[in-house]
């Protein structure tokens, strides 16, 4: 979206879902709204009131607006790109459950969520037309492969946002999950503090924990901004619980593609006592390909990273192996080898220096 924007309206006080609310809350002007519908037919919409309520819509490139502001865009796809872009399907071996690695396995219990990012990588399976919920029968054969699978010691809640699920349903689910004696830890991927940080309260927050088990919430930002008072807030009221948190990003052109935006975000997250934790290399996720930059220029700006923030601010920087092969480091080397055995590593400035040193 590179047209401006019309002038500030009053946001919604609920999520905005359809292309006649973006033109009404001024998100894409009258002119624009064609190219929408047709990525709407495709491609769920919904932003939340916080996020809605963060956009500047004076700045045609506002950061927080390209995440969740359909564009025409989406609807070019480039040869490279995948509708299963990390390879979950080849993986799942029954409904709701994806087993890549030995001693973990994803738990999808739901494919909605309370904003539709641009740039999903899950943007084929979640959204009103996407995969749906489990069953009840479904979630029962789910759970039945974790309790079977004694090699399984992490589940990780993911989606669509599992936090949409209610306290009560995910209290039931924590309980099943805390009766299976291999099982010790407890991982949830959301974007619910910061896109809906009101819903992070006593009930939510009591569902979450079980005496039995480890449990970590990854929150996924992308830009500093996010990082709202009431998003701190959630979190302050996350980790003072006892649940660990940790970041995930995805570097997004036109989004965090800089250094200082980086950093900025890092240190955020540290502030917030979200330790870094991933940073994503995007995926090749159908219709995303205005928000790709090349690994060049990610490692590039990894390596930027390195020396400016401190290393409690440093995200690993990883590629999701088109496929389903897993993750990859891909971040800069700080060290080499030549031919005859040596190392050089290299300093935060760049500078090079042989190790063992030759003095
Ligand atoms: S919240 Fe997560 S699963 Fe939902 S659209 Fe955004 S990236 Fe995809």
Do not use: W
């Not at 994803?106 to 899950?122: E, I, N, Q, T």
């Amino acid at each position: 979206m590179s047209r401006q924007r019309h002038q500030v309206k009053p946001t919604s006080a609920r999520p905005i879902r359809t292309p006649a609310e973006l033109v009404e809350t001024g998100l894409v002007t009258a002119e624009d709204v064609a190219g929408i519908e047709a990525v709407a037919q495709r491609y769920a919409i919904a932003i939340s009131p916080a996020m809605a309520a963060l956009i500047d819509r004076c700045d045609p490139n506002d950061p927080i607006a390209r995440q969740f502001v359909p564009d025409a865009a989406e609807l070019i796809a480039t040869p490279e790109e995948r509708d299963d872009p990390i390879g979950d399907l080849a993986y799942s071996p029954v409904e709701g459950i994806v087993h890549r690695y030995p001693d973990r396995v994803l738990l999808k219990a739901v494919h909605v969520c309370p904003v539709y990012c641009r740039f999903c990588f899950r943007r084929e399976m979640v959204g009103p037309q996407g995969l749906g919920t489990l069953s009840p029968e479904a979630m029962d054969r789910a759970l039945g492969y974790i309790a079977d699978h004694l090699q399984i010691s992490e589940v990780i809640l993911t989606g669509g946002e599992p936090l949409m699920i209610s306290p009560r349903r995910l209290a039931e689910i924590m309980q099943r999950l805390a009766a299976i004696d291999h099982v010790k830890i407890v991982r949830f991927h959301t974007r619910v503090p910061v896109v809906e940080p009101e819903r992070i309260d006593k009930a939510l927050i009591a569902a979450l924990k079980t005496s039995r088990k480890a449990t970590y919430v990854a929150l996924h930002a992308n830009h500093p901004r996010e990082l709202t008072p009431p998003a701190r807030a959630a979190c302050a009221r996350l980790v003072d619980s006892g649940i660990v948190m940790i970041s995930q990003s995805v570097l997004l052109k036109g989004v965090n593609d800089d250094s200082d935006t980086l950093a900025a975000l890092m240190r955020a997250f540290v502030e917030t006592r979200v330790k870094p934790y991933y940073l994503h290399h995007p995926d090749l996720a159908l219709g995303t390909g205005h928000f790709r930059l090349t690994i060049k220029e990610g490692r590039a700006l990894v390596a930027g990273l390195r020396g400016r923030i401190s290393g409690l601010c440093q995200p690993t920087y990883i590629l999701d192996i088109p496929g389903g092969h897993g993750k990859a480091v891909i971040g800069p080397d700080a060290i080499r080898q030549d031919d005859a055995g040596c190392f050089t590593v290299s300093d935060f400035k760049g500078g090079r220096h042989a190790y063992p040193p030759a003095d």
